[in-house]
């Protein structure tokens, strides 16, 4: 099976390296610090604590893999500022044929690592992210989704 290649920023590959990093060092020490003070509560069967922390930690080890993957495998890719077509990292505002304007959503097109506050994200390689990339506001595109074939309107990039 193929590797997936992470498309990301220059600046969320460094965030990534930072949070890998704090996470494998002081997070790891500060949950094992965590389960050691809830194991002295007593029996470990019934210890809410103890069960909570272990689950903080497999929490945190998904992350940290999840992150490490990430690093292995990614390929930076720039920022398209100012561009009249939607680009990787741009955010592209559409309407779904049939809504109005005022149903616009906002997509941004990335990794969802990078994905700014309040944004939908759609991966370049998903249906509506290679529809929408290359498309300059006022375009319609299609893309085959589970429910059908869908059209949306291009209203804004930014």
Known sequence: MATE????????????RAEYEELT???????ARTIEAARLLGDLSENGD???AKDDQGKMEAR???IDTIIRNHEIVEKD???S?????????IVYEG????????????SIEEKPEDVLVASPTSPLGEALLG????????????????????????
Do not use: C, M, W
Not at 25 to 31: F, N
Not at 136 to 156: N, Q, R
């Open 99 to 110: 809504d109005n304007e005022s149903d616009a959503q906002d997509f941004f097109i990335g």
């Open 50 to 52: 103890y069960h909570a």
């Open 25 to 31: 060092t002081v997070g790891r020490v500060a949950i």
């Open 81 to 83: 500022q100012g561009s």
């Open 135 to 158: 498309h300059a506001i006022g375009d319609e595109v299609s893309y085959e989704a589970p429910s059908g074939v869908l059209t949306v309107k291009i209203i804004g990039i930014r």
């Open 5 to 16: 290649i992470h498309r990301i920023t220059q600046e969320t590959l460094d965030k990534l």
């Open 64 to 66: 940290i893999r999840h």
């Open 85 to 93: 077509t939607v680009t990787y990292a741009s955010v592209a505002s």
